[in-house]
């Protein structure tokens, strides 16, 4: 399968405004730095969220997109002025907030509009580190709660939630550091912990905490669900230490800066995202993109070498856009055709390559296959997402994507259709390929819990129970990984 990684190109006939290009959001697709008539490409590629290319690539300059900068395929980028559009006025980092509550701004709302140097000192989470202390830079944070998860962070029953609390609300970067530390992964690629720290830091700052679902505890989540599947022994004695660094990666990264709504939403707003990525894995390209933004700034990869240092960033993009849904069936079909003809090679770094993403995908959607205690919250928040989306989709007079209209659908009935069409298919053939004490453990839980969003659906077909409750029926047995 090839994965186009080039950047779409768009036509300029304008120079960019200065104006412009001072705010976070500018774009250039242009080889030409003369485009920019004045900005240096080179300071600009320093601030938050620059990727650069060089001109073979035809893609200049990009700059993550959180301003209010539109793309003009015919005329160039101009700012949009609020009200001007009723779609494009939609400020997706105030998507799920309370109308009724207007309170002061947060200050988390705040850092994310400021440059890197103040959002850097006014992040708690950046305060200086002693150094000579940077190997246990997560100890002085930690609870012996915490750590004691941290000891059992294989177990399928791992509760991210409770992490989350225990740690303040640091459970990725708490997380991540600790697997990257028990891969060894600081020595052998021989990472700063410093700019690691940081990059961390930025990765769960650029999550949108009001995002019920797709927020920095998602990523967590799946972060920590990646852990499992590399945990595999089919899997885990075949894997180099670069791809256990990209596969946590890619958990780490793979929603960066979601904006909450699906990719329907920005398509049809004619959302500036959309626009750059011809509509195409709009939400996963943005992710990927974010990620090698981050990546670059915080320098985090800057000593290795040039060629492995962009061979990484396109591996991770692969990865990423394998999670697009969309695609589902041509990854799942390719993955049926592997397992019929037993041709699967571990020891082939393409093969290998696939099967990361494989389990990507699993551990992106496998909530149906957690203890019912998890999975009904994890269920519950990507309600509540969706019936956020058709809210805004109500008030803008515009058509309700599917699942998204709360007089129409349930808790209940949104789960049963997701795990019959997309987790069980996928989970059985990841069982195929690893047939081991976990994937039985998630193919019973997928069962039981089927079973009870049943019960659920039954009980409100009689009227006798909430949308948002459930029975306490059927035990959750099974071994445990």
């Known amino acids: 399968m090839e994965v186009c990684y080039q950047l779409p190109v768009l036509p300029l006939d304008r120079q960019v405004p200065k104006h412009v290009l001072s705010r976070r959001g500018a774009i250039s697709f242009s080889s030409s730095s003369s485009l920019f008539g004045g900005p240096d490409p080179r300071k600009l590629s320093q601030r938050r969220g ?17 301003g209010d900068v539109r793309v003009r395929s015919r005329v ?33 709302t705040v850092r994310r509009l400021l440059s890197f ?162 509509n195409t894995s709009v939400l996963e390209n943005h992710h990927w993109r974010s990620a090698v933004g981050l990546l670059r700034e915080s320098g985090l990869l800057s000593h290795l070498p040039s060629e492995d240092r962009l061979n990484m960033e396109r591996q991770l993009g692969s990865l990423i856009l394998a999670t697009d849904i969309s695609r589902q069936n041509d990854y799942l079909s390719r993955f049926r055709t592997h397992l019929d003809k037993e041709d699967l090679s571990l020891g082939n770094a393409s093969h290998r390559h696939f099967i990361l993403q494989m389990a990507l995908k699993c551990a992106d959607i496998c909530n149906p296959c957690r203890p019912w205690e998890l999975s009904k919250q994890w269920s519950e928040k990507v ?29 209940a009935n949104i789960q049963m259709g997701f795990m019959a069409f997309v987790v069980e298919p996928l989970f059985t053939e990841w069982a195929r390929f690893s047939d081991t004490r976990l994937s039985q453990t998630m193919m ?33 047995g099974g071994g445990e990984s």
Not at 239 to 265: E, K, M, R, W, Y
Request: one cysteine or more; aromatic letters at 10%.
């Open 76 to 108: 160039g980028f101009e700012p949009e002025r609020r009200g001007s559009h009723p779609y494009l006025s939609v400020d997706f980092r105030i998507l799920h907030s309370r109308p009724d509550s207007p309170g002061p701004v947060s200050a988390r």
């Open 383 to 411: 309600t509540e997402e969706f019936f956020h989306q058709g809210d805004v989709e109500k008030k803008l007079k515009l058509e309700v994507s599917p699942l998204c209209d709360s007089q129409l659908n349930s808790v």
């Open 117 to 278: 140097q103040r959002y850097h000192h006014s992040s708690r989470s950046s305060r200086p580190i002693p150094s000579q202390n940077l190997l246990h830079i997560l100890d002085d944070d930690y609870t012996g709660q915490a750590k004691c998860m941290l000891g059992k962070v294989g177990n399928w029953k791992f509760d991210i939630f409770r992490f989350d609390r225990l740690t303040n609300g640091n459970s990725l970067i708490s997380l991540t550091f600790h697997l990257i530390s028990q891969y060894r992964l600081i020595q052998l690629f021989q990472l700063d912990t410093v700019k690691l720290h940081r990059f961390l830091v930025m990765v769960q700052e650029d999550y949108h905490s009001q995002n019920p679902y797709h927020n920095a505890v998602h990523a967590a989540d799946v972060t920590q669900a990646m852990y499992c599947y590399l945990q595999e022994p089919k899997l885990s004695k075949f894997l180099t230490s670069c791809d256990i660094l990209l596969g946590l990666l890619a958990a780490v990264t793979h929603d960066l800066d979601h904006p909450g709504v699906n990719q329907p939403f920005l398509i049809k707003t004619n959302h500036y995202l959309a626009a750059l990525y011809r």
């Open 444 to 476: 019973d839980h997928l069962g039981q819990n089927k079973a009870c969003w049943r019960g659920v659906l039954e009980e409100q077909s009689r009227g006798t129970v909430e949308p948002d409750t459930a029975p306490k029926v059927l035990p959750q």
């Open 50 to 66: 620059a990727i650069s290319y060089d001109s073979s690539d035809q893609t200049a300059l990009y700059i993550r997109m959180l």
